[in-house]
């Protein structure tokens, strides 16, 4: 069974593991060996003191090597900060985004296959290709964009600014999704979509991390019209975000900070959107009237993602859904 997951960074990392242990789990059983594929968000990445920095397929990667720092949520395990130390004696890069000396290797890694002429998707594969991941990483583009944030008194900043300098408490009047008008999402990732059994978005940011998976021209068509089922895990419990943040960002473009809120801005396929269904925690199971209503399956389940077992069974859950859809 092929399974495609679109994903950011730190939630969708670890739900990605978790649908990693929940198909090796069920490997017990009979089905021929799953095939993974993440389409990673590529619109947080930034060049920054000369290197290409990619947070999101870092973080899954670091994350599925069991590389990652579990604690801080972004950068690899260990790591230690004395580049950025003297980055910051020079006055060089930004001094409120630290760069770890092992993570700067990969920045390091990617900066060179990329001026080789290798585009991000071989670059990933090479990168990647170090640990047995067990899940194959797409950038959902090769072609660089942005996510851009335009603050109610007017000023535009990469979203890594307003999110690491600012912490996501400047007033946002507008999320950019810079040059994605220009992009392409890559064959891969169109493949990807179209030949999975099951296609899965990622308890992710649904502004920041999977909206500009679907700006990307035809990435929102190819959902709407594949055979595979298409199946949501909210971002939201209880009416808050379970990490980063989804709120300023939902509120920014006036979406309640609601699971039932974030499944309807996706809408139901049968009405045009993309969702065919679409899991809540099991503290949300009043909201599941309303979601299906609008013509989306809805499944209260156990929603926080703990450690591998909270994972893995959630992982299970989106799976269960979306083969019954
Ligand atoms: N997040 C922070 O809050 N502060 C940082 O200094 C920081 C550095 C950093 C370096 C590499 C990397 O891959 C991620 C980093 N992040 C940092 C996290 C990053 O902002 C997030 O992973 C996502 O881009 C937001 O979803």
Redesign the pocket.
Known sequence: MRITILS???GGARFIRGVREACRRSLAGTSPKDEITAIVNVS?DMWLTGLR????L??IMYTLAGESDEER???RVGDTSRVSSELRANGVGWP?????DL?IGTHLSRTELLRQGLTLTEVTAKLTSRWPLGVTLLPASDDETETHVRTDNGAIMH??EW??RHRARLPVAEFIYSKVEQARPTPNVLEAIRSSSLVLFAPS?PI??IGPILALPGIADAISETRAPVVGVSPIISGSVVR?MADACLSAVGVATAADAVALRYGSRSGGGLLDAWLIDESDAALAPDIERAGIRAAAVPLWMRDLDTSSALASAAISVGLNS
């Open positions: 950011g960074g730190v947080d920095i990619a947070p999101d870092d973080s949520g972004w950068g409120w985004f630290t760069l770890g993570d979203f890594q999110w690491t940011n920041v991390s980063g």
